[in-house]
């Protein structure tokens, strides 16, 4: 009898350790995706000059922002909304800084995506806190 508890017991605990290692993929891939969106973007603004009020960014930070719209609903069920809401917020600064063509500004804040994307893929993952 007391086999089958510990069979129950190791079955919840790799589904646990499953469901944290699915979460870690989903959150890792997406906060990758915008850091490699946000690369390319700088990219362009050197190739451009510095001058951002040219299609291929302001359709870059389009898309950007398209993705993590998508990716934000999904990750708000899997991390604290609250967590993350400042990569949206900085999105929404980068069509603030098209508009008024304010290239430094711009660059500080595409860094601070970048920053907040790096700084989430190495607190943001499968750990024993999260399995327990």
Do not use: P
């Not at 040219?54 to 719209?69: A, F, H, P, R, T």
């Not at 809401?85 to 970048?114: C, M, N, P, R, T």
């Amino acid at each position: 009898m007391k086999v089958f508890h510990y069979l129950n017991f190791l079955f919840i605990f790799l589904l646990l350790v499953g469901i944290c290692v699915v979460e870690d993929m989903l959150v890792s891939k997406s906060l990758r995706e915008i850091q490699t969106m946000c690369y390319q973007i700088e990219t362009q603004l050197d190739e451009e000059q510095d001058e951002l009020k040219n299609m291929s960014i302001v359709l870059s930070v389009d898309n950007l922002e398209q993705k993590w719209g998508e990716d934000e609903s999904k990750l708000c069920y899997l991390v604290h909304h609250k967590n993350i809401q400042e990569i949206g917020q900085e999105i929404a600064k980068l069509k603030y800084y098209i508009s008024s063509d304010d290239v430094h500004a711009f660059k500080v804040s595409l860094s601070s995506i970048k920053a907040y994307c790096h700084n989430y893929l190495h607190f943001m993952g499968a750990n024993w806190h999260n399995i327990l």
